[in-house]
């Protein structure tokens, strides 16, 4: 399997975030892209992150100490503007323009006095432009603070005021600074715009103005000057801002010009593409710092040069894995947020999360989504380019065909690539010309003991030691458990020298693991960390993880036992990858994920080659010469072997969305889909209008969709029409397999749903896919099952799970009355799921059920999601109301998984659950009390807080109470609408 991902771009549409309405905030309080971010995860316990500017509080009002000084602004202000509005009758626009042309005179005089004369400032346009240049000298490269400019002493407000000005002078003319924030790319998540970010544009000087409108004449009679000075700066005052260097307002200023460049430049296709492919010269450098990287290697440039790119076509690019393929999709996703300003969607090869990749388009369920996906945008939206990216591509004539794209391929990899196969205690090189495949290498080199060749008859411990610790090592296993059992048997034969590598790193990384666990740690990492070695599956948590990937990044890990899921959703690469065996699971190998396996192999810019060896028994040998020299395998449709998740869910969102309502408007859809283009491969014995019209009658059936039969001009027309039903499961995204199970168990909880305890509304929400992979402990079932109240015993009676069917199991009697293995097994999952939200600790609950506690954390990731698919299957259906808010509730419990009374609390950015803990413990139980809060205070009271942090939280706070009180208000207003229907007497 490769690792290439999926980028849609959005080609119409300008602007991927949506402006908020906010109070007036300083020019100068923007923080650059990278501090603005939210904090990680991580970040409860770490270091205080370095503020953006000063936490001491600044004068808002720069140089201007008080309204009422004699030489203040304000008094400036008030002699200017009687000599120009002596004239009752002056035109009121002249005046104005007559004003702000001195004002802005005063405040350069005044700034000019205090100014050296420095060559490096910025200066504000005359012109009343509020346009920008800069000296090439470039101030960051000075020692010193850049001289103070203009606008640097200038508070927004009065920018604010010549915007209002400029607007309020003609209602046809859009303003100068408004005009530049669209121009300009946004770099802030919150919209707050810098001075430094508006682009200078020439063909807006001296335009023409029209002032007419007697009620703009009226609101400046009403109103002085000054007045609208003060009451801006006023407001201005209160907003808790951030601060920013002025070095970094001169740096921002450079960058927002260039990417106004790059703009122009890629809207009129010219030739030269501006300084990094149509880039900020900026993204170049943070490319070198950040990456390493100094140049693209030719394909990269090749491929980023295509005709198709520039002319916004489709395309498919395919190279092998770690030829760079990521990095182009990169630069091209930039051009599009920063440079065209669009949206653009990108689907990641994470097979731990969500793994969607070109190729994977012939892999099960997971293939039929993204066909869906891909076709509904094709048929849809003809605006929208699409650029997928993959390293096993065969039939790629199919997939060009399919997403109407061009192709480009390369055999280019920037580390070279040695194959091995290992049979017995001879290594065999990977020849495509040799007879049968192999030739002859060498012979390993390695005194094994009786003791060890007992322990390790494969010579694992020898191909390992070739490389480590010096260099980093992969040993791909067939399950979990060999995972485990391959990382303890190799520390056990290594040398007490390898202890002593990076001591202090490793037993730091043995701290951070035992905090994860709530001061548990596993056993096996415990032995093996000493040695830099460590295990990685789907039974350890996402924060393991995601650490023994860090340790091993850096080199504290050397060796790692792994699944297959490592090979296609991280990228951890190795001098050397070994194959422990040509299996997964018990599947032989499929060339596709032999491939990605040994793709991890070799790192560029570390290694001159990577290798990988395929450890291969007498009796697969044949089997493995046709695996490393048959061409790969083709990418096929799955919507056909995908039933309910592929052909017969699309046709339902089909009609739901109206994007086909007749028979032949989804015949059409449907040629158009991967499906269309092979179905005389895939569909033998049907063709595929018999195989759409199957799928509508089989919905029909179902109660999901139904016929209209219309008569018009003596002409019958039957078009398709969604079902209540039809609609709950296609926008609730319920797998058309239990979508009527689901009804007839939410209805037959209305009858009697125990609301005790949250374990009826659990089972109702666990995840129907999840079952047929529980195998249930039955004493551990009979343990828990008794230890359940009278009330909540009662509800395994109500499912279908009688007491003495689990008696019976567990002291191993036969069993007469047929009872539903998915219902037994459900509820033993609910089990675990209530028992998880009572401890909220997922390693007690993974030792309390005998489950590994990856698969813990997996049941109740999948139960959050299900859970919020069953609360959007009720809203759209009026019986189900009752249970809405009991839904949204338990949605929240199994997202955050911690005690409801800091659930509010977590909902607040930045805020997980260490820090809502310290929080609730301060008395700040409520989103209120957070909205309400002093950061200062906050600073003072929990511990590790920086003021950044408590100032985020306050206004993330604020945010979420305000959206709160908006959503009430509008469901008041709905509720006292008068009813357009009511009946009326004549």
Known sequence: MAEPALAVRRKGRPGSVRKRSRAPLRPSAVCSPVARKRPSSGGEGAPAETPCGHDSEEDMFGDYDSFYRNDSLLSQVDDIEPKHLLDKNMDIKAADDVVLENLQSVIQQKNQDNMSNSENMVVLKADKEDAFHMNENDPAD??????????????????????????????????????????????????????????????????PTDFSSDSKCDLFKTESLKDHLKSAMTVNAKAQTLQVSKTKQLKEAVLSEEICVARKTIETSSVDIGPFYGLPSKVKELLKQFRGIETLYEWQHDCLMLESLQQRKNLIYSLPTSGGKTLVAEIIILQELLCRQKDVLMILPYVAIVQEKLHMLGEGSRGATLEITLAKILYTSKNTQIIGMSATLNNAGDLQKFLQAEYYTNNFRPVELKEYVKIRDTIYAVDSKAENGFTFSRLLNFKYSSNLEKADPDHIIALVTEVIPQYSCLIFCPTKKNCENVASMVCKFL??????????????????????????????????????????????????????????????????????????????????????????????????????????????GIDSAG??????????????????????????????????????????????????????????????????????????????????????????????????????????????????????????????????????????????????????????????????????????????????????????????????????????????????????????????????????????????????????????????????????????????????????????????????????????????????????????????HLANADPETLVKMIEHLSRRQAKQIVSSAKMLLSEKAEALQEEVEELLKVPTDIPQTY
């Open 142 to 207: 000075h020692n010193q603070e850049p001289t103070e400019s203009i606008l640097d002493d200038l508070p927004s407000s009065q920018l604010l005021y010549f915007e209002k000005m400029d607007e309020l002078a003609s209602g046809s003319r859009t303003s100068l600074v408004s005009e530049r924030r669209n121009k300009c790319v946004n770099f802030s998540s919150d919209k707050i715009r810098s001075p430094s970010s508006f682009c200078p544009d020439a063909e807006h000087r001296n335009r």
């Open 495 to 604: 040398k007490k020298e390898f202890r002593t590598h990076r001591e202090k790193e490793k037993q730091d990384l043995i701290k951070n693991l035992k905090n994860i666990g709530n001061g548990s740690v596993c056993p096996v990492l415990k032995q093996t960390i000493p040695f830099g070695i460590a295990y990685h599956h789907s039974g350890l948590t996402n924060d393991e993880r995601k650490s023994i990937e860090e340790a091993y990044s850096t080199g504290v890990l050397c060796l790692l036992a792994c699944t297959a899921t490592l090979a296609a959703g991280v990228n951890l690469p190795a001098r050397r990858v070994i194959l422990r065996a040509p299996y997964v699971a018990n599947d032989f190998l499929k060339k596709n994920q032999y491939k990605q396996m040994i793709g991890r192999a070799g790192r560029a």
């Open 611 to 928: 290798e990988s060896i395929l450890i291969v028994q007498e009796k697969d040998k044949h089997l493995v010469q046709d695996l490393v020299n048959s061409p790969l395998e083709n990418c096929y449709s799955n919507l056909l072997l995908e039933l309910t998740k592929g052909m017969q869910s699309l046709l339902l969102s089909l009609v739901g969305l109206k994007v086909a309502v007749t028979h032949e408007e989804v015949n059409n859809f449907m040629c158009g889909t991967l499906l269309g283009v092979q179905q005389q491969l895939l569909s033998k014995e049907k063709s595929l209008s018999e195989v759409i019209k199957d799928g509508l009658e089989n919905l029909i059936e179902k109660g999901l969709l139904k016929e209209i039969i219309s008569e018009k001009d003596h002409n019958s027309k039957c078009t398709l029409t969604i079902t209540p039903l039809g609609r709950a499961t296609y926008k609730g995204s319920v797998d058309l397999a239990y979508c009527n199970l689901l009804y007839r168990e939410l209805k037959k909880g209305l009858e009697g749903l125990i609301l005790e305890s949250n374990l009826h509304l659990l089972y109702l929400a666990t995840p129907y896919d999840m079952t047929s992979n529980c195998s249930p402990n039955w004493m551990i079932y009979l343990r828990q099952f008794n230890q359940l109240s009278a009330a909540e015993q009662k509800v395994a009676d109500i499912v279908g799970v009688p007491e003495s069917f689990i008696t019976k199991k567990a002291s191993g009697q036969a069993i007469r009355k047929n009872v539903d293995s998915a219902v037994v097994n459900r509820l033993y999952l609910s089990f675990v799921l209530y028992t998880l939200l009572k401890e909220t600790n997922i390693w007690s609950v993974s030792e309390k059920f005998n489950m590994s506690r990856g698969y813990v954390q997996n049941l109740l990731n999948s139960a959050a999601s299900f859970a919020s698919c069953v609360l959007h299957f009720c809203e759209e259906l009026e019986e189900f109301w009752v249970y809405k808010a009991l839904l949204t509730e338990l949605t929240k419990r199994l997202t955050y998984c911690v005690k409801a009374e800091l659930i509010p609390l977590m909902e607040v950015a930045g805020v997980l659950e260490a820090r809502a803990k310290q929080l609730y413990n301060a008395g700040y139980k409520t989103l209120a």
